[in-house]
């Protein structure tokens, strides 16, 4: 999975590929293909640059106050378009007769289609509407990720423009050796400006990646054990993906209280196979202070697998009538119902996507740790070689970085968590004893949940929230005393102030906009004037 860094290194890449090869010998029909190729690249960058390419499609009105584009932005575009016409000129000098650029047209070809995932890569964060659907899409729209871009982009003309400089050598028409000069020229000038205007560039988003739908990928015995880090870290994208449309209720299917306690439950089981699998390794370690920060990272990670497995038990004698799949023990149905058809079978919904993906990245984990051949309903058995765990992963460094999405992504999950008990509150009900009301009928077995039992399951997340904080800061340490650094680490700690921004509202203002119909529950007061969950007066 391709980020914006690795996107445009690989163009980058395949210029300078180009550069290094011999044109002057090509025929006219090539040469002008080649230069309709560079223009096809350039015209990629152009529909890239500036909010426009990644902001929402603006009105009317928006469109008298769109902002500008900054000064390096401006100059980038007016020297691209300034280096099209020029190319334009030189082709109909060479006058292309349905020409092909041979394998160095392919490349640049595929340089363009790189600079073009770019702008896709960007665009799978934002909805038909253009709004954000992780919470990644929020660090796109500030003006050091557009220096980023463009400054990026800059570096893709420089190496275009060695292109042209190859291929105005061996021209012999003086119009076509004077269009692709200032074609060359106008390329260098767009690298020089944009670069020196962009130099509070945020680097970070180098790691950026795509947002991955949120469908699970179900794990195979078949599959190859080294290649579960790459699966585990698209689950984590999907996982992410998953908690923010929870946080903001934007899918199209809630999760549930059973969907709720199953992906706390299989969280709790995925951090204790990580437990053991950094324990595993870290005993075969000869580094000292590797040793000592996977030992450390593992501790933290057992805090964060009894944290989930609370929060599953806060659900023990809760059920959402919604989604009635866990719930206590029933007894069965008497004679005298099934005789009368009164007996009914409890619903049961299929899980939510988020739910199968948490239990497929738990599987992953146990088939790094056990063997491709394991799965939950087996008992642990004995570990693979640790050199072989190590091998797959890349190394321990990279192993710990691997283990750190796990926590990355479950402190988002754990954020969004407390909203999905608040509105799905009114479906609960409960059977607990120290909450029954005195008048109730004793025959009834269950009524609607306590706002203490509310509170229980919210602050239990609360807590999660804490633990995977702690456990990413452990995991980012193992990985930095083993030389691997993790620069996705800052894309998510971004991302994480944006949500803990969200949850913390001051605000108390009543909202303007008419409440949302909600297929089997109202918004609460406290979730519609912002109050955080589980604080009630």
């Known amino acids: ?15 300078q590929e180009v550069a290094q090869t011999p044109l002057a010998s090509v025929a006219s029909d090539e040469r002008a293909a080649l230069a309709e190729e560079v223009d096809g690249l350039l015209l990629q960058m152009q529909k890239g ?7 929402p499609a603006p009105t009317v009105e928006d469109q008298r106050r769109r902002r500008p584009l900054t000064q390096a932005e401006q100059n980038l575009e007016d020297c691209l378009g300034d280096t099209r016409k020029s190319l334009g000129t030189a082709c109909r000098y060479l006058a292309p007769q349905s020409g092909e650029g041979g394998p160095a047209g392919e490349r640049i070809a595929l340089a363009a289609q790189a600079v073009g995932a770019v702008r896709d890569t960007i665009s ?3 909805g038909p509407d253009r709004a954000p659907l992780t919470p990644y899409a929020y660090l796109l729209r500030h003006q050091k990720a557009f220096d980023y871009l463009a400054r990026r982009y800059s ?9 042209v400089h190859r291929l105005s050598q061996g021209v ?24 020196a205007a962009t130099r509070d560039a945020d680097h970070d988003l180098s790691s950026f990646p795509a947002a991955l739908p949120v469908e699970p990928v179900q794990a195979a015995a078949t599959d190859a054990t080294s290649a579960i880090t790459t699966r585990l870290a698209e689950d984590g994208e999907r996982l992410s993906r998953a908690a923010y449309a929870a946080l903001h209720d934007s899918a199209e299917r809630r999760l549930s209280g059973s969907d709720l306690k199953q992906i706390s439950s299989w969280n709790a089981m995925s951090r204790l196979l990580a437990v053991r699998t950094l324990m595993h390794v870290a005993g075969e370690m000869t580094d000292d202070a590797v040793k000592g920060g996977l030992k450390s990272a593992a501790m933290a990670l057992r805090e ?49 996507p988020a739910v199968v993906i948490s239990r497929t990245s738990t599987v992953r984990l146990g ?22 765990i190590v091998a797959d992963t890349g190394g321990a460094g990279s192993l710990a970085a691997t283990v750190y999405r796990l926590s990355a992504t479950g402190w988002q999950m754990a954020g969004a968590a407390p909203w999905v008990v608040v509105r799905a509150e009114v479906g609960l009900v409960t059977n607990a004893d120290e909450h ?30 804490d633990a995977e904080q702690k456990g990413a800061a452990a995991l980012l340490s193992a990985a930095q005393s083993a030389g691997t650094p993790v620069a996705r680490a800052m894309l998510d700690a971004a991302a994480h102030r944006s949500i803990a921004k969200e949850q913390e509202w001051a605000p108390t203002q009543q909202v303007q906009a008419p409440q949302r119909v909600l297929p089997r529950a109202y918004v609460p007061t406290d979730l519609a004037i912002g109050r955080r969950p589980g604080l009630r007066q």
Request: charged share 20%.
């Open 1 to 15: 999975m391709a980020t914006l860094g690795e996107l445009f290194d690989v163009a980058i890449a395949h210029l």
């Open 49 to 55: 640059l500036g909010p426009r390419a990644y902001t």
């Open 124 to 126: 799978s964060h934002l």
């Open 155 to 163: 570096e893709v003309a420089w190496e275009a423009g060695h292109v």
């Open 172 to 195: 012999e028409h003086p119009g076509v050796v004077d269009a692709l000069q200032q074609a060359k020229s106008s390329l260098d000038h767009a690298s020089v400006y944009a670069r």
């Open 304 to 352: 964060s697998s009894k944290a989930w497995d609370r929060a599953a038990d806060a659900w023990d004698n809760v059920v959402d009538t919604g989604d009635p799949r866990e719930h206590p023990p029933l007894p069965p149905p008497g004679y005298a119902q099934v005789r009368q058809g009164r007996a009914v079978k409890m619903p049961s919904p299929d899980p939510h």
């Open 367 to 388: 088939q790094l740790l056990f063997g491709p051949q394991w799965t939950p309903k087996q008992p642990p058995g004995v570990p693979r070689p640790a050199a072989d």
């Open 436 to 465: 029954r009301p005195p008048s109730l009928d004793k025959n009834r077995r269950f009524y609607p949940v306590h706002s203490r039992q509310v509170e229980s399951l919210t602050g239990a997340y609360a807590t999660v929230m």
